[in-house]
């Protein structure tokens, strides 16, 4: 029951994931023009070439903030990571019963137990 759970969550989360992928293209986008941008505005001589780089910097960052929401789309990326991490997990035994073959493992645990 527990991994058919992780199945339909990792199912929601790759939903949300693929339903926000162009806005998360274009937030990164949007943030690598707005550093180019402050570059070129930091390279600029000129007023009237600070203030176009300004004027320019604003409109990419209305871009941004417009597809600010696309942070759900990381956040259902990390949730996938970690259903996957879930998944893949080996459980330990802790019943106390020896798989490894080699006679000192088994030796080391007994002992172990004895000490008690």
Do not use: C, H
Request: proline residues 2%; aromatic residues 14%.
């Amino acid at each position: 029951m527990k991994k058919f759970l992780l199945f339909i969550a990792g199912l929601i989360a790759l939903g949300i994931l693929l339903a926000n992928l162009g806005p998360m293209v274009l937030l990164g986008a949007s943030v690598w023009l707005l550093y180019i941008v402050f570059k070129k505005f930091l390279g600029s001589d000129s007023t009237a070439g600070k203030i176009g780089w300004v004027v320019l910097g604003l409109i990419i960052l209305s871009f941004a903030v417009s597809n600010v929401y696309s942070v759900v789309g990381l956040a259902a990326a990390y949730v996938l990571y970690l259903i996957y991490k879930k998944w893949s997990s080996k459980k330990e035994d802790t019943s106390g019963a020896v798989k490894s073959n080699d006679p000192f493992t088994n030796f080391e645990k007994q002992w172990a137990e004895l000490n008690k």
